[in-house]
């Protein structure tokens, strides 16, 4: 309830979830046991209840993570094993994590990264209820002279044009590709676009905000093994009135840049870019640099948006999206704080030396957010609280688009949990007919 808690913040869209915590604890839950996630209840002292405990334990801890602990101890933060998406142990018929350390941009051989893809997607194709249809591309969702969905128009992977009948239509395409293709779907009962009487489809873009800090140590740390996280700090999760801004977050300790990476931006901003001591460096400290990562708040802002772009087209020949977007100041203040409580971690976890990204506006992410906001009024938001778009009653958006808020953390489990409850409530509206026919 940020909106309720902190009252209205200037120059933003801050407003209250249709739904609270009570609300989506089953559902978080449900998404741990389903998915498999690994990690240690009542570690963190800053945790809301929960009704069971993670169905894994953590995974090991790491250089990155013994270094984070012993900084956090002596500032009298509370650091605590990570909550992964990652097999600690076998678990339904996959293996656990054997530490390989390519966790990030990579699938996993061994199953252990807990991907819908490895983990739910082979469940529902054995109902013999699922068919995937992979490289195809929608381009339109289709409505019938009533205004209700009636199915989409999609690209085969030889750019043939197929068009499947639908009862519902259920969009999960994220933060920055459901509103476009709503945009898309514009007709004569839609001229704005698909379920956009209230004008908000692609408005209050946000993204997952953070900082970047990184030190260096005396000892070789082997911190390229294994999974990228194992220890997290949340002592300023929450937003606080006395620094003066809205904003809050977490802080990671992390292996983030593989070798090619580390050489483009893993050095400290003294050491040459060309020559004998470019090379020095790298030799002398991708083994001994840990950075720091902190997750952040991102206001919603109606001038960030997704549209479609008027000139540019994609490779099928459709507007290609256009993303406008600009931090808020407190968002600025936010990413400035926790830069500096990382510095201060690094500090007190040992570093010989340590530095921080400058603070801008993300170029890239991977987290998109806000798009389709869900609400109980038509007029200010897309969605309902079970994500059914309030202009049609058969088609619904469940992905991150219909974030009110962007979280203080990664929204991947708040998203899930999100996903099962919307198909409860899918599954009660087609059994008592209230899907339209």
Same mark, same amino acid.
């Given at each position: 309830?940020?909106?309720?808690?902190?009252? !209205?913040?200037?120059?933003?869209?801050? !407003?209250?979830?249709?739904?609270?915590?009570?609300?989506?604890?089953?559902?978080?839950?449900?998404?741990?046991?389903?998915?498999?996630?690994?990690?240690?209840?009542?570690? %963190?002292?800053?945790?809301?209840?929960?009704? /069971?405990?993670?169905?894994?334990?953590?995974?090991?801890?790491?250089?990155?993570?013994?270094?984070?602990?012993?900084?956090?101890?002596?500032?009298?933060?509370?650091?605590?094993?990570?909550?992964?998406?990652?097999?600690?142990?076998?678990?339904?018929?996959?293996?656990?994590?054997?530490?390989?350390?390519?966790?990030?941009?990579?699938?996993?051989?061994?199953?252990?990264?807990?991907?819908?893809?490895?983990?739910?997607?082979?469940?529902?194709?054995?109902?013999?209820?699922?068919?995937?249809?992979?490289?195809?591309?929608?381009?339109?969702?289709?409505?019938?002279?009533?205004?209700?969905?009636?199915?989409?128009?999609?690209?085969?992977? +030889?750019?043939?044009?197929?068009?499947?009948?639908?009862?519902?239509?259920?969009?999960?395409?994220?933060? $920055?590709?459901?509103?476009? @293709?709503?945009?898309?779907?514009?007709?004569?009962?839609?001229?704005?676009?698909?379920?956009?009487?209230?004008?908000?489809?692609?408005?209050?873009?946000?993204?997952?905000?953070?900082? @970047?800090?990184?030190?260096?140590?005396?000892?070789?740390?082997?911190?390229?093994?294994?999974? &990228?996280?194992?220890?997290?700090? +949340?002592?300023?999760?929450?937003?606080?009135?006395?620094?003066?801004?809205?904003?809050?977050?977490?802080?990671?300790?992390?292996?983030?840049?593989?070798?090619?990476?580390?050489?483009?931006?893993?050095?400290?901003?003294?050491?040459?870019?060309?020559? !004998?001591?470019? /090379?020095?460096?790298?030799?002398?400290?991708? %083994?001994?640099?840990?950075?720091?990562?902190?997750?952040?708040?991102?206001?919603?802002?109606?001038? %960030?948006?997704?549209?479609?772009?008027?000139?540019? /087209?994609?490779?099928?020949?459709?507007?290609?999206? &256009?993303?406008?977007?600009?931090?808020? !100041?407190?968002?600025? /203040?936010?990413?400035?704080?926790?830069?500096?409580?990382? @510095?201060?971690?690094?500090?007190?976890?040992?570093? @010989?030396?340590?530095?921080?990204?400058?603070?801008?506006?993300?170029?890239?992410?991977?987290?998109?957010?806000?798009?389709?906001?869900?609400? =109980?009024?038509?007029?200010?938001?897309?969605?309902?609280?079970?994500?059914?778009?309030?202009?049609?009653? =058969?088609?619904?958006?469940?992905?991150?688009?219909?974030?009110?808020?962007?979280?203080? =953390?990664?929204?991947?489990?708040?998203?899930?949990?999100?996903?099962?409850?919307?198909?409860? +409530?899918?599954?009660?509206?087609?059994?008592?007919?209230?899907?339209? $026919?």
């Amino acid at each position: 309830m940020e909106r309720s808690r902190w009252g !209205a913040v200037e120059g933003t869209g801050l !407003a209250d979830w249709p739904i609270t915590y009570d609300d989506l604890e089953p559902y978080y839950t449900k998404a741990e046991w389903e998915l498999g996630i690994s990690g240690l209840a009542g570690a %963190n002292p800053f945790d809301p209840p929960r009704s /069971k405990p993670y169905p894994l334990p953590p995974l090991p801890i790491k250089s990155s993570g013994v270094l984070l602990e012993r900084g956090a101890r002596k500032l009298g933060w509370h650091a605590y094993p990570a909550p992964t998406a990652i097999l600690s142990q076998p678990y339904r018929g996959r293996s656990a994590c054997a530490h390989c350390g390519f966790c990030e941009f990579f699938g996993c051989e061994w199953g252990a990264k807990s991907s819908t893809l490895a983990s739910v997607i082979p469940i529902a194709e054995k109902t013999g209820r699922c068919e995937i249809r992979p490289n195809s591309y929608v381009r339109k969702i289709s409505t019938d002279t009533r205004g209700r969905v009636d199915g989409v128009l999609y690209f085969d992977p +030889q750019k043939q044009e197929h068009f499947q009948k639908a009862k519902a239509v259920v969009v999960c395409a994220n933060g $920055a590709e459901t509103p476009r @293709l709503l945009l898309m779907s514009k007709s004569n009962l839609f001229p704005q676009g698909l379920a956009n009487s209230s004008g908000l489809v692609g408005k209050f873009f946000m993204l997952d905000s953070g900082s @970047l800090t990184l030190g260096t140590f005396e000892y070789p740390l082997n911190d390229f093994k294994s999974v &990228r996280v194992t220890r997290v700090v +949340q002592d300023f999760y929450d937003s606080d009135p006395k620094r003066g801004f809205y904003g809050g977050g977490g802080i990671d300790a992390r292996f983030e840049f593989y070798p090619i990476g580390f050489a483009l931006t893993g050095l400290s901003p003294d050491v040459p870019r060309w020559g !004998a001591g470019f /090379k020095k460096a790298l030799k002398e400290n991708f %083994n001994r640099t840990v950075t720091v990562f902190s997750h952040t708040t991102c206001l919603p802002l109606e001038s %960030n948006n997704i549209t479609l772009d008027p000139d540019t /087209k994609d490779a099928w020949g459709l507007p290609a999206l &256009r993303v406008t977007y600009k931090s808020h !100041a407190d968002d600025f /203040k936010t990413m400035n704080f926790f830069n500096d409580r990382s @510095l201060e971690l690094l500090d007190a976890a040992g570093a @010989l030396k340590k530095w921080a990204f400058p603070v801008e506006d993300a170029a890239a992410t991977v987290h998109l957010m806000g798009t389709c906001r869900m609400g =109980n009024d038509p007029k200010s938001s897309v969605v309902d609280k079970y994500h059914r778009a309030h202009d049609v009653p =058969n088609l619904f958006m469940v992905d991150g688009s219909s974030f009110v808020t962007s979280g203080r =953390n990664q929204p991947t489990c708040t998203i899930q949990a999100l996903a099962y409850r919307a198909a409860d +409530q899918i599954v009660r509206m087609a059994k008592s007919g209230s899907i339209p $026919a």
